[in-house]
């Protein structure tokens, strides 16, 4: 009882920030007036247990008006831009909630962090090349007071895709609508090929697009924490925690069609926390769903997909996790400085590490050969049978090389074209997606972010146009998918 | 600046301090150079001839450095002609539209704050041969990728000091062959 009534008394959120933190900037000892209380009533009343004052400093804020499901790069990108482009400073409160503070299975970090343009889809194209104008001027957008500058130790090598025979006509087309885009991209036939990097073998390559501007590799781990402390600053909530069930209310309406549909809206998002069966229900007026490989999950939570299949009530959002093996190995006599990221027509791909004739690289398997989502462990044997053959046909020098170390991370793989869903639910009416890219989420995040941020605040896209990233497409059928070979 | 060395009073003792102060020293070590003997006890009277001649030290200093500044420009000449510089109003003199159709062959941007977009315009001089890029403390690994159109004809691009250029930047210069 007393719980309830202190917030009233002192003012919300009195009770779940710390002192001292950027925003209040109390000067009470909130934390250690609290002890001296419970040390105070202990003595007075011994043998008492002291639920009177309990501590919910892990809990979140019982309202917020935006709670976006999942810390990831896309999740934090999708708060900062929220701060940033709201009209009244302070005018709308974040909640993100994040299941593992290690992320240590989370995609952002186990990401290979390139970025590049070469992509079929403008709108695509148009994500990546903000993004890159984002990375670029980072320390102008991530700016905090007192906090050292960025250092996203961005290599500007290029993408360097080859295309056999089969592929060229659709690379050709590509490479056209990217350079009117605006990306710096270029075809390069075999002999030229031969003539810039000696050390590939051209053997099935038709045509190479090679991207000379704004592609490269970052380390995504520099850009999730700059974010995440340029969020905290902005003052956004952040929770440890896991969603677990959401209270919505429905309404039938007609459509203009005299359709009857149920339309719902979500109310509150009830959050458990680690190891306990605490939970604290969110109030909330917006619900965005960033949660990576396990976003299917969270859009079951909220009735999405649950109806007959074939109507819009019964399409599920088509987000599940793939895993995908990255491999570290070490070449003396490998390609050198020059190499940007090669992407082979057989699907592997490989780029320079460091200075120290280190590789990474991995290959995307087939359908049928597709590896077992359930844990991250790494499969060796894959890349003898499946990866290193394509490799060393391509670069003769990775005849010769000895595998240092390997990790797994998940896709948030989209099943139906492989590319993002982006926007609202047309029936979760309160329900925003920012998730399923397959693959290129990170050097997407923060355009998309500014995307979804511009859809609650405007009402629509206002810079980049992501329509066809809509939810609507799964139950139309009509795909947005890429031609490219990625 | 008090120890300014004045052999006498007269005007051309200054003419004296401007000749030795040749253009590798700073103008605070003026103090270094010769001191003629005699020169203490007209000190107080070289002052009232300084206040007397010039209202402001800062004048004086500004004096000594066009003279000196002067002189440099008379030893630097471009292609045997003086560089071409705008007149008081800011304007250049018609001549100057004659050389729109010279090709840039060298461009020093040297401690200039030029930054990515600024690049835009280095970039259309296809016929550039040197650029130098020094001390420039906004140019970093994403500036030097974008320097590839100059690929063909660039010899000499010198980087010495930019502050955030790092290895990262310098492995993307392979174009430039």
Known sequence: MIRRVLPHGLGRGLLIRRPGTRRGGFSLDWDGKVSEIKKKIKSILPGTSCDLLPDTSHLPPEHSDVVIVGGGVLGLSVAYWLKKLESRRGGIRVLVVERDHTYSQASTGLSVGGICQQFSLPENIQLSLFSASFLRNINEYLAVTNAPPLDLQFNPSGYLLLASEKDAAAMESNVKVQKQEGAKVCLMSPDQLRNKFPWINTEGVALASYGMENEGWFDPWCLLQGLRQKVESMGVFFCQGEVTRFVSSSQRMLTTDDEMVILKRIHEVHVKMDHSLEYQPVECAIVINAAGAWSAQIAALAGIGKGPPGTLQGTKLPVEPRKRDVYVWHCPQGPGLETPLVADTSGAYFRREGLGSNYLGGRSPTEEEEPDPTNLEVDHDFFQEKVWPHLALRVPAFETLKVQTAWAGYYDYNTFDQNGVVGPHPLVVNMYFATGFSGHGLQQAPGVGRAVAEMILQGSFQTIDLSSFLFNRFYLGEKTQENTTM | ?177
């Open chain 2, 1 to 177: 600046m008090w120890d300014l060395v004045l052999g006498d009073r007269r005007i051309n003792s200054l003419r004296l301090v401007a000749r030795m102060w040749n253009g590798t020293r700073g103008i605070h070590r003026l103090g270094g150079a010769v001191v003629p003997e005699g020169n203490q006890k007209k000190e107080r009277t070289m002052l009232q001839f300084l206040t007397n001649h010039f209202y402001d030290v800062e004048a004086l200093r500004g004096y000594l450095l066009q003279r000196e500044m002067s002189k440099v420009h008379m030893k630097n000449r471009f292609r045997d002609k003086e560089w071409i510089r705008p007149d008081k109003y800011g304007h250049f003199s018609p001549e100057f539209w004659n050389f729109q159709e010279v090709p840039v062959e060298a461009v020093d941007a040297s401690d200039c704050e030029i930054n990515y977009e600024g690049l835009d315009n280095l970039l259309l001089l296809k016929e550039l041969q040197s650029l130098l890029l020094q001390r420039c403390p906004h140019v970093d690994d994403w500036c030097l990728s974008r320097l590839y159109p100059l690929a063909d004809s660039l010899q000499e691009l010198s980087l010495a000091g930019c502050p955030r250029v790092s290895e990262r930047g310098l492995a993307c210069l392979h174009h430039l062959q």
